[in-house]
């Protein structure tokens, strides 16, 4: 976590600084795995939260990485002379430069094992493990690997626990699979904070867009509790209808569908998962219209280079247009969680795309539209 030019200076600092922050990055990582609050002494929320999420720092002005600036926080506080403090600072300050981005991740997958279709490997050659068990541990392992804060798990309410339970950093997400579980149980699941998303929505399968009647009256709870809603747009697996679906259409899935429901519902948060897919300029068209709707990559950054395309020319056009600021990096490793990696490679790939822009789509974004500042 952090970068060895740094951790050399503080060991060679009198006073054993490098043992300081030997502990203190151990205790950020406990903390940043599985306590919902901050310690004590740390400001309270300025706004409202969803139950459970953690609060994550202020920044001061003094640094801008969460993590960094906890240690530097806390470093502060041990250190009694000023000239080490700003010593101490400064050097952090350029490590928080150094640092790998974190990712905030709003589009993953869980199963459980009466729902899990995994198994075989994708086309891309990402393999598929055999169990449901396997597949969670697997995405975990994952999550470690690329410093992701926190997931949006979408899922049926069973699965979605199991993945809560096993790593604090997911977010459950109510994925309906076109017949959704009854109103009052949905209401009843987000005072209980298990909803906290309410997607991947997913009618396209069954035929429906999230204008339908069946879907009203459960945005107008999401509109009222502030539970953000995930929308599936775009298409889906070749030969969709013939397999699974014989209600899908590729053009359920354009966005313009969906208008109405955002002069329905003028507070609701929503997104477009896959940006539109084949309808990513009807996605961007709509961000200039609705300057709160937020859009997904999803799965639009591995599945194949054709689909890439979309995310590559989306990604310009939002840039064009500047609504960058509200597109979000999802990976939707479905059965595959070597898609993770696989889409946080080809995000980092683009070279249109500035540093910060990157940080922007990987973190700052999903950050505000889950509300988790
Ligand atoms: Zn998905």
Not at 196 to 204: D, M, N
Not at 228 to 254: K, N, Q, W
Not at 322 to 327: A, E, I, K, Y
């Amino acid at each position: 976590m952090v970068g060895h030019g740094a951790l050399r200076f503080l060991q060679n600092y009198p006073g054993g600084a490098g043992r300081l922050l030997i502990s203190i990055t151990a205790d950020d990582r406990m903390h940043h795995h599985s306590h919902p609050t901050l310690p004590a002494g740390m400001p309270g929320p300025s706004r409202p939260r969803l139950p459970g999420y953690r609060r994550t720092p202020k920044l001061n002005g003094i640094s801008e990485h969460p993590i960094c600036h906890i240690r530097i926080r806390r470093l502060t506080g041990s250190a009694s002379n000023p000239a080490m403090r700003f010593t101490l600072c400064f050097f952090l300050m350029l490590q928080a430069c150094w640092l790998p981005a974190q990712i905030i991740d709003v589009h993953l997958h869980g199963y459980t094992d009466q729902d899990y279709w995994g198994g075989r490997p994708h086309p891309s050659g990402a393999e598929s493990p055999p169990t449901a068990g396997e597949h969670m541990r697997q995405t975990i392992a994952l999550m470690d690997q690329h410093d992701i804060e926190y997931a949006v798990v979408s899922g049926s309410p069973e699965a979605t626990a199991q993945y809560v339970a096993a790593d604090p950093r997911f977010i459950p997400g109510y994925m309906d699979d076109g017949s959704l579980i009854p109103v009052s149980e949905f209401e009843q699941l987000i005072k209980e904070g298990r909803i906290k998303v309410f997607g991947e929505v997913s009618g396209v399968y069954r035929g429906a867009t999230l204008n339908d009647s069946i879907y009203q009256p459960y945005l107008a709870l999401c509109e009222e509790y502030g539970i953000p809603v995930a929308y599936h747009t775009g298409g889906g697996p070749p030969m969709t209808p013939y397999r699974c679906c014989p209600e899908f259409r590729i053009s359920l899935g354009d966005p313009f569908l969906i208008e109405d429901v955002l002069v329905r519902y003028p507070r609701l948060q929503l997104s477009l998962m896959h940006g539109g897919e084949v309808f990513f300029e009807h996605a961007v068209r709509m961000m200039t219209m609705y300057l709160h709707l937020y859009v997904d990559l999803g799965v639009l950054l591995w599945a194949a280079p054709p689909v890439q395309d979309y995310a590559v020319r989306l990604l310009k056009l939002a840039k064009q247009h500047g609504v960058l600021d509200r597109v979000m990096f999802g990976s939707d490793q479905m059965v595959w969680p070597g898609g993770i990696t696989k889409s946080v490679e080809f995000l980092n790939s683009l070279d249109f795309l500035t540093e910060e822009e990157k940080r922007m789509i990987l973190y700052d974004n999903a950050k505000r539209f889950l509300k988790l500042e």
